[in-house]
Every structure is written in structure tokens, then in C-alpha cells.
């Protein structure tokens, strides 16, 4: 009341300081390098999810941390990450253990998209940091796509906001709030200095989650460019609907179905 254009001036301010001090969206900042982060958007409460949707992990190993996520992948191809281990100190048979430890019996995962450096082998045993893992239990382990830039580009489509069927604000990738490390670290990522594209390496400590994600974002299947006119003809009217309508739901299907791309 006493200043009635503050409301106004507000509203004018760069992205960054409007979040903060209008928004009262305190996770944004100079240099942050996903400013699309928004926890109303992106982190969800935990939801049952269903037997049926692939499930995979995504690994970044360091003997300073060890980042490890559970994703859940729907009909649509939205991807919810619904686990975490970020603990440091742990050997490369330890992290084995304790992912294999986590992840309950009869939970079916496809795969493990881990460090591309896990595959180098170590001087002193002749031995690459995968066979460790596979040794202590860890099995179906993948070598991530180690591309940086696109990598990001990749997972900044996955945390670009969009409106749904109902009109409802969401993300290709949601987070269950369970995820403490990973939220607390995705939006305190900044820009590398050097090169603007790039994430920093620094401070090291909020990048193993991030860094996690991004080879999970990039081991998807890229999305089709598969016209709907040419989905098989039996497929099941409700499901052919669903596909014809939503280009992500084709992508989806068709990395279950290869035999149609």
C-alpha cells in the first residue's frame, strides 16, 4: 500500500532476481546453469510405480562419492528418478554392494549406465573398475556417452517445463523428494568459465549427482522421427490413439520395439 509500484518494478527485473525476490525462488542465482530447476515443478512426492515400466540406473563413481540413481520410465517416456545413494569413501566392490543392496528383490533393472572411466584398468590389479563391480555383484553395467555438451542439452530438454493434457506445468523428469543430494545439487550447477555450454567442475562436490543424471538423460533413445502414419496397423485402438497423438509415447515405444524403427 505504501508503494504501490513495487509490485510492478518486480516483475521487470531480470529472471534471476524476479524468482528471488518476487517468486521467493531462492535456488536461482547468477551462472546457475539450469535456471529451468523449479522444485514446484520438478520434485514430486513419492508415487507407486508400476511393475511394468522400464527401470534402469545411472551410476557416477568416485572414491570421493559415489552418485548412483534409480529412474522409472512411464508409457510417455517421462522419466522419474525415485532412489538415491550419494555417499562418499566407498571402494569400487563396496558401491557394488551397496547398490545391489538397495535395490529390492524381484525389482527388475535393465541396465546400469555407469563412468566411462570405470572401464580404464587400474595399474596395480590389471583390472578395470567395472569387473570389480561385476565381481561384488553389480551386473548389466553400460558405458555412458561421455559427451558433455550434448549431454546437458539432452538432460536440460528432460527438465524444460511444459503444459500437459491438463494443462498442468510439469517436466519430462521428476524427482521424488526422497532424493535429498540431487535436488539440494542440480541447481547450485554453474557455468563453466572457459566454456558457457559446459557445466563447471567445481565446486566438485554438488557435480557427481548432476553428472549421474546426465549419462541416465543420455542413455535414452533419442526421439523419433517416426511419422504416426506409419505405427502398425494392429496395434490396439487405444494404444495406436495414444501413440498418434504424442510423439514422446511413439519414442517410447519404438525403443521397445526396434523391429519398427
Not at 520438478?42 to 568416485?62: A, C, M, N, Q, T
Request: with cysteine; charged share 30%; aromatic share 8%.
Amino acid at each position: 500500500q505504501a508503494d504501490p509500484g513495487y509490485i510492478g518494478r518486480l516483475e521487470q527485473l531480470p529472471e534471476d532476481e524476479r524468482r528471488a525476490l518476487l517468486d521467493g525462488d531462492w535456488d536461482v542465482f547468477k551462472g546457475q546453469y539450469f535456471p529451468e530447476f523449479r522444485r514446484e515443478i520438478h520434485v514430486i512426492k513419492p508415487i507407486e510405480l508400476p511393475d511394468h515400466w522400464r527401470r534402469f540406473r545411472s551410476l557416477d563413481y568416485g572414491l570421493d562419492m559415489t552418485a548412483c540413481y534409480w529412474w522409472a520410465v512411464d508409457l510417455q517416456g517421462k522419466c522419474y528418478i525415485y532412489r538415491e545413494l550419494h555417499q562418499p569413501g566407498l571402494t569400487l566392490s563396496q558401491a557394488a554392494q551397496k547398490i545391489v543392496e538397495l535395490t529390492p528383490e524381484g525389482e527388475e533393472i535393465t541396465y546400469t549406465v555407469a563412468s566411462p572411466d570405470l572401464w580404464n584398468r587400474r595399474q596395480e590389479t590389471g583390472e578395470s573398475g567395472m569387473e570389480i563391480m561385476i565381481k561384488a555383484g553389480l551386473t548389466g553395467l553400460r558405458r555412458a556417452n561421455n559427451s558433455r555438451v550434448q549431454g546437458w542439452r539432452v538432460l536440460r530438454e528432460y527438465l524444460t517445463p511444459y503444459q500437459d493434457e491438463q494443462e498442468i506445468t510439469t517436466a519430462r523428469l521428476q524427482i521424488f523428494e526422497n532424493c535429498h543430494n540431487l535436488i539440494r545439487c542440480l541447481p547450485l550447477l554453474q557455468h563453466d568459465d572457459h566454456n558457457p555450454e559446459d557445466a563447471a567442475d567445481s565446486p566438485h562436490e554438488v557435480t557427481h549427482g548432476p553428472e549421474s543424471i546426465r549419462y541416465g538423460a543420455m542413455s535414452r533413445p533419442p526421439l523419433s522421427s517416426m511419422p504416426a502414419a506409419n505405427l502398425p496397423k494392429d496395434l490396439p485402438p487405444d494404444l495406436r490413439a495414444d501413440l498418434e497423438r504424442d510423439p514422446e509415447a511413439r519414442r517410447h515405444w519404438l525403443s521397445q520395439h526396434p523391429e519398427y524403427r
